[in-house]
T-cell receptor
Framework: EPEVTQTPSHQVTQMGQEVILRCVPISNHLYFYWYRQILGQKVEFLVSFYNNEISEKSEIFDDQFSVERPDGSNFTLKIRSTKLEDSAMYFC????????????FGEGSRLTVL | GEDVEQSLFLSVREGDSSVINCTYTDSSSTYLYWYKQEPGAGLQLLTYIFSNMDMKQDQRLTVLLNKKDKHLSLRIADTQTGDSAIYFCAERAGNTPLVFGKGTRLSVIA
């Protein structure tokens, strides 16, 4: 069964460093998302991406964040200068779209900022 | 903004029924979802219900929706140890992004 894969599974970084989280969505999906979950908190929407551009983003997704789909398969989330409060589990998801909007999630990348 | 609330923990004995509850604030929600997260895995869609329905049954899973009270529940019949996981309630209005709760950790005691 096709699945969404994310790398790395865990990354530890120093505050101020750049981090790139990678995702390979299911090949026929059209809509792509990043969500994050700070430990003990809710799963929060960051950004959605469709047709090679951002379709929606939350207040969390500030200028420090960017997304890219450089080669038609990978979908990346870059955090330019990490802060302590960026420590979280980051989930990539994709969907075909449509009314039911079922999202298929990856296993997540845990980011720890020291 | 929209909010989804769930209790954080539930513990049940194997063979009993589990009921996980969720409340939401967005009256324009069109779809409501239950996702399951097993240790080390991503969020897996279990079931969803459209807002004009009040019940949906799928094998051991029963979803009840009280739209007036904005209350959603997931009942798992004959709960097994393999059902131990975190269960997330989520809602969506139209094509807006999913709004999740914090998740309910279900522990099944053998």
């Amino acid at each position: 069964e096709p699945e969404v894969t994310q790398t790395p599974s865990h990354q530890v970084t120093q505050m101020g460093q750049e981090v790139i989280l990678r995702c390979v969505p299911i090949s026929n999906h059209l809509y792509f998302y990043w969500y994050r979950q700070i430990l003990g908190q809710k799963v929060e929407f960051l950004v959605s991406f469709y047709n090679n551009e951002i379709s929606e983003k939350s207040e969390i997704f500030d200028d420090q964040f960017s997304v890219e789909r450089p080669d038609g398969s990978n979908f990346t989330l870059k955090i330019r200068s990490t802060k302590l409060e960026d420590s979280a589990m980051y989930f990539c998801a994709g969907s075909l779209g449509g009314n039911t909007g079922e999202l298929f999630f990856g296993e997540g990348s845990r980011l720890t900022v020291l | 903004g929209e909010d989804v609330e769930q209790s954080l923990f539930l513990s049940v004995r194997e063979g009993d029924s589990s009921v996980i509850n969720c409340t939401y604030t967005d009256s324009s929600s069109t779809y409501l979802y239950w996702y399951k997260q097993e240790p080390g895995a991503g969020l897996q869609l279990l079931t969803y219900i459209f807002s004009n329905m009040d019940m949906k049954q799928d094998q051991r899973l029963t979803v009840l929706l009280n739209k007036k009270d904005k209350h959603l529940s997931l009942r798992i019949a004959d709960t097994q140890t393999g059902d131990s996981a975190i269960y997330f309630c989520a809602e969506r209005a139209g094509n807006t992004p999913l709004v999740f709760g914090k998740g309910t950790r279900l522990s099944v005691i053998a």
